[in-house]
């Protein structure tokens, strides 16, 4: 069965920096695209960074763009989200699951697979 993994959030203040980790199994991020999406409390899931290493279709979202990178680790089975300068704007819950569709404007998943970690960041 597929799992997702999601760790690294924390209470940040603004201006410090996180790096988001993801752990899959079941299939691995190397084969397929690569994405972080976000969620807000009373707000929807927004795409964050996207990656497909095969087409070389990227998406990041202007808000991140600059200070959010997102890369592969070592083993084909993880994902990192390195996020600098964080802002109060960039609290919620992070996940990593695979896109479906990417292209420079438009990133989209509908398989989450895990719990997300919490990223909070105070003024």
């Known amino acids: 069965e597929v799992q997702t993994v999601e760790s690294g959030g924390g209470s940040v203040q603004a201006g410090g920096s996180l790096r988001l980790s993801c752990v899959a199994s079941?299939?691995?991020?190397?084969?397929?695209?690569i994405g972080w999406f976000r969620q807000a409390p009373g707000k929807e899931r927004e795409a964050v960074s996207c990656?497909?290493?095969?087409?070389?279709?990227?998406f990041t979202a202007d808000s991140v763009k600059g200070r959010f990178t997102i890369s592969s680790g070592d083993a084909k089975n993880t994902v990192y989200l390195q996020m600098n300068d964080l802002k109060p704007e960039d609290t919620g819950v992070y996940y990593c699951?695979?896109?479906?569709?990417?292209?420079?404007?438009?990133?989209?998943?509908?398989?989450?697979w895990g719990r997300g970690t919490q990223v909070t960041v105070v003024s």
């Open positions: 990656f497909s290493r095969h087409d070389k279709n990227e």
């Open positions: 699951a695979p896109p479906w569709v990417i292209s420079s404007t438009r990133c989209e998943a509908d398989n989450f």
């Open positions: 079941g299939f691995t991020f190397d084969d397929y695209a």
